[in-house]
């Protein structure tokens, strides 16, 4: 094997900004705009960047055996005393091990905080999403505003660290438009089911149709309790 000298330096510059503290996503960014890629020339993202911190090649060890298949999902990662692992396998290796383990520690530590506002929970926790970039957007309470709980602003970026631009929205406000809406609806199931009820029923099809804007209307009413 040998190292791609010019990659490399993307690959030690990944394992030190970890070592600094940097999040993934943001050490994605970092990467993406000095003009780095991965190896099939796409833009670097969060999940391939843990990967290579994951990747036990770059301190020089060879790992077999740990995959029943291909997918790591569903039960099938093999036991890690069944992995087969061959230390000091491929010299020069790119990270000194004990650069590896420690930043490999330091990524599962802040993997395992928890931010105070993921434990709170609310009428519309990880109900709303960004209707431009996907995210769901989190709650917050504005100390400096009489406690008032708002919609973050999404604030995502792109792989080269351009921001969302949606800027939130007042948490009540958002509310009342759910709650708005879910009663236009609950009007719109209640018309439709009177007409059923009104129209002659030559077939059955009439009756199944009605019982399942009856249980649509009783879901929109819990809806509405909540």
């Known amino acids: 094997m040998e190292i791609d000298e010019e990659q490399a330096k993307g690959v030690k510059l ?24 991965t190896k099939r020339g796409n833009l670097f993202s969060g999940k391939s960047i843990e990967r290579m911190i994951r990747f036990e090649i770059y301190k020089g060890w060879i790992v077999s055996n740990r995959l029943k298949g291909r997918n790591t999902h569903q039960g099938k990662l093999r036991p890690k005393e069944q992995w087969i692992i061959v230390k000091d396998a491929v010299k020069p290796c790119i ?7 420690l930043a490999n520690e330091k990524l599962t530590l802040r993997q395992g905080l928890a931010p105070r506002a993921r434990q709170r929970r609310h009428g519309l926790s990880n109900l709303i999403k960004c209707a431009f970039c996907g995210r769901t957007h989190s709650v917050t309470i504005r100390k400096d505003r009489k406690q008032k709980k708002e919609l973050k602003p999404c604030n995502r970026k792109d792989p080269l660290g351009n921001s969302c631009y949606n800027r939130g929205l007042n948490y009540n406000s958002m509310m009342d438009l759910i709650i708005t809406r879910i009663k236009i609806r609950r009007e719109e199931i209640i018309a439709e089911l009177q007409n059923l009820k009104e129209e002659s029923q030559p077939f059955d099809s009439k009756v199944i149709k009605i019982q399942m804007n009856e249980e649509r209307i ?3 009413q819990k809806a509405l309790k909540n």
Request: hydrophobic share 45%; proline share 0%; no cysteine.
């Open 14 to 37: 990944a394992f030190q900004l970890v070592l600094d503290g940097i999040g993934v996503d943001n050490i994605a960014i970092n990467l993406n705009q000095l003009g780095y890629r």
């Open 218 to 220: 009783r879901k929109v």
């Open 95 to 101: 990270i000194e091990e004990e650069t590896w383990d």
